[in-house]
């Protein structure tokens, strides 16, 4: 059965640090792959996509950028951190064939 | 223009009533996917229940279904039989296009559910 890890639970990080954090998924193969952000008592707001190995679209221009470096990895990274990047980010993914997209447990982030 | 609406910021419920959380959409594309997700309070996303929009007949899975009106582009949530372990956030969200799954999520509605 298909698997999504993502990483760490909680992460609490000074201003203008950098960050990483990372999304993999077992049981598929060539999944479309998603990072999304959910701000306190908001919805999901979809970050970036991607179809395929270093394929990335961005969603929204932010501070923010994704890489996929192998088929089931998607890392979400920042060079520089801002305290408005504060909030729980979801990764998630979905086949070409189905319906729904699985996510993640999700990553706490608060800058301070 | 928002594409995915949810008016109730709120719901109660008590145990083993049914409530229904309300869904409107908007979109111009004849082919989307409409879906319901629960975000309890350790904040990971489920999925529950997903309609297409050439279904014929509304989607169920167990007590979850959903209640598609195409013309009134609305696509509520019914949960029968409420349990206390159905307290948490509902999501409603849309796909548009069939070509892979970009999500857009309305703000959600928190439910509780009371003995």
């Known amino acids: 059965s298909q698997t999504i890890h993502q990483w760490p639970a909680t992460l609490v990080q000074p201003v203008g640090s950098p960050l990483s954090l990372e999304c993999t998924v077992e049981?598929?193969?060539?999944?479309?792959l998603y990072w999304y952000r959910q701000a306190a008592g908001r919805g999901l707001q979809l970050l970036f996509y991607s179809v395929g190995i270093g394929q990335i679209s961005s969603e929204v221009p932010q501070n923010l950028s994704a890489s996929r470096p192998q088929d089931r990895q998607f890392i979400l990274s920042s060079k520089k951190l801002l305290l408005s990047d504060s909030g729980f980010y979801l990764c998630?993914?979905?086949?070409?064939?189905?319906?729904?997209?699985?996510f993640g447990q999700g990553t706490r982030l608060t800058v301070v | 223009a928002q594409k995915i609406t949810q008016t109730q910021p709120g719901m109660f419920v008590q145990e083993k009533e049914a409530v229904t959380l309300d869904c409107t959409y908007d979109t111009s594309d004849p082919s989307y996917g409409l879906f319901w997700y629960k975000q309890p309070s350790s904040g990971e996303m489920i999925f529950l229940i997903y309609?297409?929009?050439?279904?014929?007949q509304n989607a169920t899975e167990g007590r979850y279904s959903l209640n598609f009106q195409k013309a009134r582009k609305s696509a509520n949530l019914v949960i029968s039989a409420s349990q206390l372990g159905d307290s948490a956030m509902y999501f409603c969200a849309m796909r548009e296009g069939r070509s892979f799954q970009k999500l857009v999520f309305g703000t959600g509605t928190r439910l509780l559910v009371s003995p």
């Open positions: 998630a993914w979905s086949s070409g064939g189905a319906n729904e997209a699985f």
């Open positions: 309609q297409g929009s050439y279904d014929q």
């Open positions: 049981g598929t193969s060539n999944p479309n």
